[in-house]
């Protein structure tokens, strides 16, 4: 059974928007933490934004905040991430994740993935 699905990925140049979404099973929306990372080639997969369920906040690394916005729609079951003023350097595979315990900037917390969406910024 195929638990998340991210889409929403493309080619844009610096300073422009994309919006990812990521669509969920219940049982993997019904777990405490979503999240989105991104991995670039030879590089470990890097924490980008988290959002817990219970109340709504929300977690950035430091190089997104400003920029984008995590956010959840419980009536869909769906995940989101509106990414402005992007960068060449936001240029990766960004995936959705979710998990119940741990620290949300770890991907060893995180129990379900999806096969993550590309997103590619020009200069």
């Known amino acids: 059974q195929v638990e998340l699905v991210e889409s929403g990925g493309g080619l844009v140049q610096a300073g422009g928007s994309l919006r990812l979404s990521c669509a969920a099973s219940?049982?993997?929306?019904?777990?405490?933490?979503m999240g989105w990372f991104r991995q670039t080639p030879g590089k470990e997969r890097e924490f980008v934004a988290a959002?817990?369920?219970?109340?709504?906040?929300?977690y950035y690394t430091d190089s997104v905040k400003g920029r984008f916005t995590i956010s959840r729609d419980n009536a869909k079951n769906t995940l989101y991430l509106q990414m402005n003023s992007l960068k060449p350097e936001d240029t990766a595979v960004y995936y959705c994740?979710?998990?119940?315990?741990?620290?949300?900037?770890?991907?060893?917390?995180?129990?379900?993935w999806g096969q993550g969406t590309q997103v590619t910024v020009s200069s």
């Open positions: 994740a979710a998990h119940d315990t741990g620290t949300v900037y770890k991907s060893r917390s995180y129990d379900y």
């Open positions: 959002i817990l369920k219970i109340d709504g906040s929300t």
């Open positions: 219940a049982r993997t929306f019904s777990r405490n933490f």
